[in-house]
């Protein structure tokens, strides 16, 4: 009984990147929310980062710290932690503006201003046409797909959060069994007396 009951409040961690933030969730086994949970952010290293704690919705969120591998820590008090860790190759090295404002600054024009040409239309009428850098196209796909993926993310975080496993549910039925046991004893007792 013990090994079940400590069991029960483990704690599922998962984190993923959008732009340039790492948010975070947690929870208990039960899908109840880790409120005011401790998060350490360590380096491959074993140095943290930065740390905080989470919302009443168990979530906790922060910006980039460093483009390496991170080992995310949550600690629900009483012994209780998860952890969770992103690859380097998961987190952007830019977020959209960033990558907006030097591929603007390599091309040397000024933040406000965009390429345009002149090209024709069907009809022999000349149209501007705004030119995109190969690098700006992709900031703006990675950005419209991370918005996309986000309820993926969330509901593979979901699914991550394991259910009962087939010793919880031998053990269920063996209490079962056990409780059934005692109350055809005290019924037989009765019948004696």
Sequence with gaps: MLVDSALAHRVNVFAWVE??????????????????????????????????????????????????????????GQG??????????????????????SSLEEAGQPEGEKATSITSTDDGTAAPETAIRPEELEAIIETVLDKKLKPITRMLADLRQQGPT????????????????????????????
């Design 80 to 101: 209780h932690q998860g952890e969770w860790t992103l690859r380097a190759d998961e987190i952007k090295e830019l977020p959209l503006e960033t990558a907006r404002k």
């Design 166 to 193: 087939a010793r919880d549910i031998i053990a269920g039925i063996g209490y079962i069994f056990g409780l059934v046991g005692v109350a055809a004893y005290v019924h037989s007792r009765k019948k004696k007396e």
């Design 19 to 76: 732009g340039d933030m790492i948010h975070v969730e947690g929870k208990f086994s039960g899908g109840k929310k880790v409120k005011a949970g401790k998060i350490a952010v360590m380096d491959p290293q074993g140095i943290e980062l930065l740390s905080g704690r989470t919302d009443d919705q168990g979530k906790f969120s922060f910006k980039i710290p460093k483009r390496t591998d991170l080992r995310i820590v949550l600690i629900a």
